[in-house]
């Protein structure tokens, strides 16, 4: 099959719907990783799906090509990606795949596909699924395998909400952007006896009101105005699949993940001393601060989800976190993402310590700190673009920690200064490359985006025409 080889990315599949995704690709898909998951000696499959239009009918398609190699398909339907990752233990599969696009705008869709529990392919894996859809070399089963359809949403919130003690009563905004957490998450916390109010919770895939992606700041800044309005003590939002969340304090205070990042380790760490904390390179500085600080043994490594989940499971670590919203609980639940766990964590370490988002976060090291932004530049242009960056930045700032290998960089660079730090990389997710940078003083913080601002204008691969938070540059 003729495909766009290009949506075939780091750790899952993403394309424009209509130009490189239709229902028969979904159908290839499935019959690729059917074929996979045989060799593995695997026989079953669960199969679920978020909020966006084309979503149910690439499902169906991709359970087609399941079944058409002979393994038998249990459908969840409409969900979040952290309750398909949970029902692999409570069905007892190994084998799936999600239909997402995650934090992509709404004329994209993709595939998550997983191999093990609270395991999705990367790389060499997914490398595979391309191949075999490119020379069509399928294994049909010998029979067609079967479809069981099951709703386990309601089993799933009984089984997390039972993990925690220390909830007090809260009044909790939750704003679904229009995405799948809108429809699940508001319910589950009335269940827990928590006050909700629901704002943009009906689903639209259309996203009127933009991406769900709690990293951009006109979400952030728009949960911050409906905490402030409805008196809430904290606000929540959710990317498109539900993994990822944001978070707005109880004064408004706009929390960037990285800061949750520091708050949940040190609250881990209570139960677990000593323990490994994994997080990633776009991170503040203030998180290994804060590891070090209660105990812990910090452990950066390269960003996206899979890699911190991957390199968090090789070190044996209690917890690990990403700047974008992913979360890893894995002492306590199971080593993948989730956004419902990730909130009703955050819920319980504030009911267990007595205090408002905004004191914890005061009690933390300060630093001034960008959002994560993002500019436009083509696929087959970023990895060479990071290349000549790479460069200019070791020549300019020769007293800098430069940490750029495979592990903990992995697609870009992260300078280490003895004020702050910044990380520029190419995104393994769309056309686009990632910039983050902090100091622990306004004099500094604004010497580097002036720096990162001119140092960007200077190549004309940089795509100014799509950007994410790029104001933070101005």
Not at 126 to 148: A, F, H, M, P, R
Not at 276 to 288: G, M, P
Not at 364 to 391: A, T, W
Request: glycine fraction near 10%.
């Amino acid at each position: 099959m003729q495909v766009n080889q290009s949506i075939f990315r780091g750790y899952d599949i993403r394309g424009l719907v209509g130009t490189d995704l239709s229902p028969e690709f979904y159908e290839h898909v499935g019959r690729a990783h059917g074929t996979f998951l045989k060799k593995l000696g695997l026989t079953q499959a669960v199969v679920g799906y978020d909020c966006r239009a084309t979503s149910p009918e690439y499902s169906e398609a991709f359970i087609r090509g399941l079944t058409w190699t002979g393994l038998d398909v249990v459908n969840i339907g409409l969900t979040m990606v952290g309750i398909f990752y949970w029902s692999q233990y409570y069905l007892n599969i190994k084998g799936g795949a999600f239909i997402t696009a995650s934090h992509n705008p709404a004329e994209y869709n993709g595939l998550k596909l997983a191999s093990d529990l609270s395991e999705t392919l990367v790389s060499e894996g997914i490398q595979e699924i391309k191949n075999t859809v490119l020379n069509e070399t399928y294994s049909q089963g010998e029979k067609v395998g079967s479809v069981t359809e099951q709703n386990i949403n309601d089993v799933y919130f009984k089984d997390v909400l039972s993990r925690f003690k220390n909830f007090k009563p809260m009044k909790i905004l939750i704003d679904g952007s229009c995405a799948t957490a809108g429809v699940i998450v508001p319910n589950a916390l009335r269940s827990a006896g928590f006050e909700v109010v629901e704002k943009n919770c009906q689903i639209d895939p259309t996203f009127p009101l933009g991406t769900p992606d709690p990293t951009e700041s006109v979400v952030a800044k728009r949960i911050s105005q409906e905490v402030i309005e409805s008196g809430a003590d904290i606000g929540f939002t959710y990317d498109a699949d539900g993994d990822r969340i944001g978070i707005v304090d109880d004064k408004g205070g706009i929390i960037w993940n990285d800061i949750i990042v520091a708050l949940m380790a040190a609250d881990v760490l209570a139960y677990h001393p000593n323990s490994v904390i994994t997080f990633n390179t776009l991170c503040s500085k203030l998180v290994q601060e804060t590891i070090t600080k209660n105990g812990g043994k910090p452990n950066m490594v390269r960003t996206g989800h899979s890699f911190v989940k991957k390199y968090n499971k090789e070190a044996g670590g209690a917890f690990a976190g990403e700047l974008s919203g992913h979360f890893f609980f894995s002492a306590d639940f199971y080593n993948h993402d989730d956004g419902f766990y990730s909130t009703a964590r955050m819920l319980d370490y504030l009911g267990r310590t007595g205090q408002k988002l905004s004191q914890a976060v005061a009690a933390l090291p300060q630093y001034i700190s960008s959002p994560e932004i993002k500019v436009g530049c083509p696929d087959d242009q970023k990895v060479i673009l990071m290349d000549k960056i790479s460069q200019v930045l070791k020549q300019d700032y020769p007293q800098a920690e430069i940490i750029s290998d495979e592990r903990r960089a992995g697609d870009g660079v992260r300078l280490e200064l003895s004020d702050g730090m910044f990380v520029v990389r190419y995104s393994q997710n769309g056309p686009y490359i990632t910039i983050k940078f902090e100091s622990n003083n306004q004099k500094g913080y604004d010497e580097l985006k002036v720096y990162i601002n001119k140092l960007l204008h200077s190549y004309p691969e940089i795509d100014w025409g799509y950007g994410v938070n790029v104001e933070s540059l101005e």
